[in-house]
């Protein structure tokens, strides 16, 4: 099938109005960006589960894929005439693309520390000798690439925990799997998303890996609802790690590290004050403006 994506120059305030229309009147689908990215002229939003934002581009440009088959001139200027909009736009054709070689292209084998290696399934490890992470990202969060990702596993890579390893909000489970390869005695990894665990199980049994992976949305078989744990790690984002203070403190062993990602460098003094009462953390690393904090629960 031959597709079409159609640009279109939008007011702001009328992007969603006119994306819906869109969509009702035949198209694949439409996604609404800063028409001036790139330029001074850009407005980066910024947000995060339970942060409230809005949207403040002086202009968005709208694209929508069609059926190459469509009159899509004549349904963008039928949806703009109806919301009273005076449509900039744009019509290109979409080439065919195996989709599937086009994403796998972007995962390339990442060196992240030391012997350490994260090799995606259609390659070949480029050092066979080397501690090579086999990972499939699917559809879940963790590759490797992203700073908070690459921190924690540097951060495995210089401790090497031989204890117990807490990977809360697993994803991928690449730090769950990277822990045991890294001389961890077992692994646990959780996430409230069951794809991720699904992900994570795939990834764990490509790499020979006895880690065990739970949907957190339900309660945790014993003893695994209250086991604590010497390592707990966390690489997800600011607010839950605010609202998870308690739970993931409850999780460690007297003298067990706790290792925080997935926030940015400002909210890092923030997130050393709200963990106080607990344990001592610092910032232990900062990348491209990405923080990873630590701290050990006293004795």
Known sequence: MAWVNARIIADAQQADALGDALMEAGALSVTVEDADAGTPDETPQYGEPGMETQLVWARSVLSALFDAEQPVADIVADCAAALGLQAELSIEDVPETDWVRATQAQFEPIPIAGPLWIVPT?????????????????????????????????????????????????GSGILAIAADKLGASEVVGVDIDPQAVRSAHDNADANNVQAIFFDASQTLPAPYDEQKYDVVLANILANPLRVLAPALTARLKPGASLVLAGLLAEQAEELIGIYSPWLKLSVHDTQEGWSLLAGVLPQ
């Open 122 to 170: 259609w390659h070949t490890p480029p050092h066979a000798d080397a501690i090579n992470l086999v990972l499939d990202p699917g559809l879940a969060f963790g590759t490797g690439s992203h700073p908070t990702t690459r921190m924690c596993l540097q951060w495995l890579v210089e401790k090497r925990p031989n204890g117990t390893v807490l990977d809360y909000g697993c």
